[in-house]
């Protein structure tokens, strides 16, 4: 069973960066297609952005498109979320999640790690 650690989240300003990493404990990290979702207060969990096994492929919800960037390290068992120019409507707990098969919108991710927060303040 894979697990994952999440960090990197906490408070910025509208505009700014933040990345965030997931670090995974399978050794064959490379076997798992890994993506980014959200959930923000009173709201359903959402899809962000994810990729595949070798990071080939990446695929991102249309809110996020051409701000964030997923990336992974399979060197490191590491996954990426470059977050940029961030607004007020990204606030949310963020998770990272594994599967076999590619992540997207429709698709429940097998393993999830805990959460980070995420704050943009305006």
């Known amino acids: 069973q894979v697990q994952l650690v999440e960090y990197g989240g906490g408070l910025v300003l509208a505009g700014g960066s933040l990345r965030l990493s997931c670090a995974a404990s399978?050794?064959?990290?490379?076997?798992?297609?890994m993506g980014w979702f959200r959930q923000a207060p009173g709201k359903e969990r959402e899809f962000v952005a994810s990729?595949?096994?070798?990071?080939?492929?990446?695929y991102y919800a249309e809110s996020v498109k051409g701000r964030f960037t997923i990336s992974r390290d399979n060197a490191s068992n590491t996954v990426y979320l470059q977050m940029n120019s961030l607004k007020p409507e990204d606030t949310a707990v963020y998770y990272c999640?594994?599967?076999?098969?590619?992540?997207?919108?429709?698709?429940?991710?097998?393993?999830w790690g805990q959460g980070t927060q995420v704050t943009v303040s305006s």
């Open positions: 990729i595949s096994w070798k990071g080939g492929m990446t």
């Open positions: 999640a594994a599967d076999h098969g590619l992540l997207h919108p429709g698709r429940k991710p097998d393993y």
């Open positions: 399978e050794r064959t990290f490379s076997s798992y297609a």
